[in-house]
């Protein structure tokens, strides 16, 4: 029975993970050439929060999964044990990619409530200057966050002559078990992005009674579309991720080892689920704008015609070759 139920949990992060991985870093590198293939979104600050948690969904697929959970189910091992560097290098990027991710991500729908308010003063904060400086102060703030994983992380022997990665630090990993992961990447993220979302479609409802240009309000809504329905999915896919965790947190739950191998069964499908958010903000816009779905269709239109004019062509000899013939005599 914890034989099969192990075999199971691998082959849930395989078969279910790897597809995961794939789907996601192209959607996001496709969100990438989208967003940064028309002006008008290169130049609206949301847009960049967008951008910018592509690019941090990227990493944390690579590093905090595929280079992690899906390797060791596939070889046994992510490499960790064998390098101290890497040992902390990785856990330090991975915290570092999904923080990122979650706080732009929550940037982006504090910017549309301010970008659909209809005081002066509070629009102003929807503005590219200040989505660059916020973006370079969560960048630094969580490298800065990483810092402690790169002290703590080492490499630990067990009494069966094991190595693993990890922290022995009882501070720190009290620190990251209940205040980081629970609340920092937790609840809070979808609090925050749940709470910003409602209001910002309570001021959408109000755009068009107000004096505000035509392709402002349409680009406005066609945002707070994307961003709203990715709010209400990210609900289903990071608070079960959460509660799980917090679940785990309780040692007298985990003491039976057939409970622990059943919890980790649903663990692994819930972990799958949690990088779906990771994974899906590309079809997500897909389906909720029609202007992504055209700059999408246009993008993939020029490069179909650059391909195209890149192609020899064949230069056919026009001219017909001249037959001398030879008098009869």
């Not at 941090?56 to 992510?78: E, H, P, Y």
């Not at 709203?228 to 917090?246: D, H, K, S």
Request: glycine share 4%.
């Amino acid at each position: 029975m914890g034989a099969s139920l192990a075999l199971a949990s691998k082959q849930i992060i395989i078969y279910g993970g790897i597809p995961v991985c794939i789907t996601g870093i192209i959607g996001n590198a496709l969100n990438l050439i989208v967003f940064l293939s028309l002006e008008t979104f290169r130049k609206n600050a949301c847009a960049f929060y967008l951008i910018m948690m592509s690019m941090f969904n990227i990493g944390q697929l690579c590093f905090g999964f595929f280079f992690s959970r899906v390797i060791i189910a596939l070889i046994g091992t992510d490499g960790t044990t064998s390098s101290l560097f890497y040992c902390k290098f990785r856990i330090s990027l991975s915290q570092f990619c999904v923080a990122a991710s979650l706080t732009c991500f929550c940037l982006a729908t504090v910017d549309q409530f301010f970008a659909t308010c209809s005081q002066p003063r509070w629009q102003r904060f929807s503005n590219i200057k200040v989505a660059h400086r916020l973006v370079i102060i969560t960048i630094l703030l969580w490298i800065c966050h990483g810092i402690p994983y790169i002290v703590f992380y080492h490499h630990i022997e067990s009494s069966t002559n094991t190595t693993s990665c990890g922290s022995d630090n009882l501070m720190f990993n009290n620190y990251r078990a209940y205040f980081f992961v629970l609340g920092l990447i937790g609840y809070l993220p979808v609090l925050v992005a749940a709470s910003f979302g409602y209001l910002s479609y309570r001021k959408i409802q109000q755009i068009a009674y107000r004096t505000v240009p035509i392709v402002r309000r349409e680009l406005d809504k066609q945002l707070t579309s994307m961003v709203l329905i990715q709010v209400i999915f990210n609900v289903f896919t990071i608070l079960p991720y959460t509660t799980a965790n917090a679940l785990s947190t309780d040692a007298s739950f985990t003491n039976d080892p057939n409970i622990q191998r059943q919890f980790q069964l649903i663990l692994n499908i819930i972990i799958i689920i949690y990088y779906i958010y990771f994974a899906s903000p590309f079809y997500i816009y897909m389906c909720a704008s029609e202007r992504f779905r055209r700059q999408f269709l246009y993008v993939l239109s020029s490069l179909y015609c650059f391909n195209q004019c890149k192609q020899p062509t064949m230069v056919h000899n026009q001219i017909t070759p001249e037959v001398q013939t030879t008098p009869k005599q």
